[in-house]
T-cell receptor, first 113, second 117 residues
């Protein structure tokens, strides 16, 4: 069990640029979740996948955000035309099913200059 | 609406003291799960415990214990004989457990615990 892996760990970019993050879940986990965490706050749900299907999106996920999980394995989260308010830690989690505990990756910290 | 409140923003204790972290949740659903996660300075969220809404038995795991009381909608976490390595931010979280639920976690704002030597 290698755990949830996220890449990169840190991303610094200029406002207006596009960024993409990758998450590799625990191999047998069907569910994959994306959360965003800002300083001093708990993680907030963004979206989740059941295998390759994206089944729910939070209202936090504006149309500049898109997520994919093409073959039901790894997932990508893309932010287009980044804004200052996008600066946050982006966390990925996976679980076997709806009720099993979610296991989190180390996160990708995004800083917008 | 569902909500988790962790009223204690920061707690500072001296090593070997006992400390209790409070968690109050709100939901109209009768079936749900409660969780505690630890986030050390390195950043990764570490799962500590999951509790089903129908199981009000308290649980002890080493120096950690959890007190679940549906009557007060609370799920408190106690660390006995705290150690410096316990220093972290602790999050309480709620997820719903009905057929159409996403299973996503609803987190509180966290309690930062500092254990001083």
């Amino acid at each position: 069990d290698t755990g949830v892996s996220q890449d990169p760990r840190h991303k610094i970019t200029k406002r207006g640029q596009n960024v993409t993050f990758r998450c590799d879940p625990i191999s047998e986990h069907n569910r994959l979740y994306w959360y965003r965490q800002t300083l001093g706050q708990g993680p907030e749900f963004l979206t989740y996948f059941q295998n390759e299907a994206q089944l729910e999106k939070s209202r936090l996920l504006s149309d500049r955000f898109s997520a994919e999980r093409p073959k039901g394995s790894f997932s990508t989260l893309e932010i287009q035309r980044t804004e200052q308010g996008d600066s946050a830690m982006y966390l990925c989690a996976s679980s076997l099913d709806r009720v099993q505990p979610q296991h989190f990756g180390d996160g990708t910290r995004l800083s917008i200059l | 609406a569902q909500k988790v409140t962790q009223a204690q923003t920061e707690i500072s204790v001296v090593e070997k003291e006992d400390v209790t972290l409070d968690c109050v949740y709100e939901t109209r659903d009768t079936t749900y799960y409660l969780f505690w996660y630890k986030q050390p300075p390195s950043g990764e969220l570490v799962f500590l415990i999951r509790r089903n809404s129908f199981d009000e038995q308290n649980e002890i795991s080493g120096r950690y214990s959890w007190n679940f009381q549906k009557s007060t909608s609370s799920f408190n976490f106690t660390i006995t004989a705290s150690q410096v390595v316990d220093s972290a931010v602790y999050f309480c979280a709620l997820s719903l457990n009905y057929g159409g639920s996403q299973g996503n976690l609803i987190f509180g704002k966290g309690t930062k615990l500092s254990v001083k030597p």
